[in-house]
T-cell receptor
């Protein structure tokens, strides 16, 4: 069964803190997506990665294929980073399997 | 268009009525997806189109749900005889190729409330 699990479910941090959100998945993943969902529902794709590490601005995503684990990091967090972060696994078909999301709140 | 466009953005309907939700994907994107998200819950896959064909309809929750795509462009998700449990945001997404290997672009969603 294709499974994707995220932790933590909720995360509150002070502005400026370094944030890490974790995602673990079952075998067979071909690609892993990190998505950001803002209050009001809009979803933005942050990263798609199948190996290594990607960086965009203050966001960094890593994936360790051997450990079946991915992390999303946010450096110098800001209140506008407050959102739900979702990891989703592509297991070789078109049915992405979604994690339950991590609700991030950054306090000024 | 510049992004994935969905309409209506909000729809309130009476139980038992039919509703149609529309998605305009990014021009040239061959793959189109419909997802559902109930309040406070995660995303559920409904259906996927490659061109005008739907190779995978396994996520459609019941035979009251159907979807079509024409011209490798616009897609319509139809819910017949709506029930209160159909209340959710319905999200459309598109990508230029095989979605799990390409960036997926989401629309803003159609918020459906069945009363």
């Amino acid at each position: 069964k294709n499974e994707v699990e995220q932790s933590p479910q909720n995360l509150t941090a002070q502005e400026g803190e370094f944030i890490t959100i974790n995602c673990s998945y079952s075998v067979g993943i071909s690609a892993l997506h990190w998505l950001q969902q803002h209050p009001g529902g809009g979803i933005v794709s942050l990263f798609m990665l199948s190996s290594g590490k990607k960086k965009h601005g203050r966001l960094i995503a890593t994936i360790n294929i051997q450990e079946k684990h991915s992390s999303l990091h946010i450096t110098a967090s800001h209140p506008r980073d407050s959102a739900v972060y979702i990891c989703a696994g592509g297991f070789g078909n078109e049915k992405l399997t979604f994690g339950t999301g991590t609700r991030l709140t950054i306090i000024p | 268009g510049a992004g994935v466009s969905q309409s209506p953005s909000n729809k309130v309907t009476e139980k038992g009525k039919d509703v149609e939700l529309r998605c305009d994907p990014i021009s040239g994107h061959t793959a189109l997806y419909w997802y559902r998200q109930r309040l406070g819950q995660g995303l559920e896959f409904l259906i996927y189109f490659q061109g005008n064909s739907a190779p995978d309809k396994s996520g459609l929750p019941s035979d009251r749900f159907s979807a079509e795509r024409t011209g490798e462009s616009v897609s319509t998700l139809t819910i017949q005889r709506t029930q209160q449990e159909d209340s959710a945001v319905y999200l459309c997404a598109s990508s230029s190729g095989t979605g799990f290997l390409n960036t997926i672009y989401f629309g803003e969603g159609s918020w459906l409330t069945v009363v």
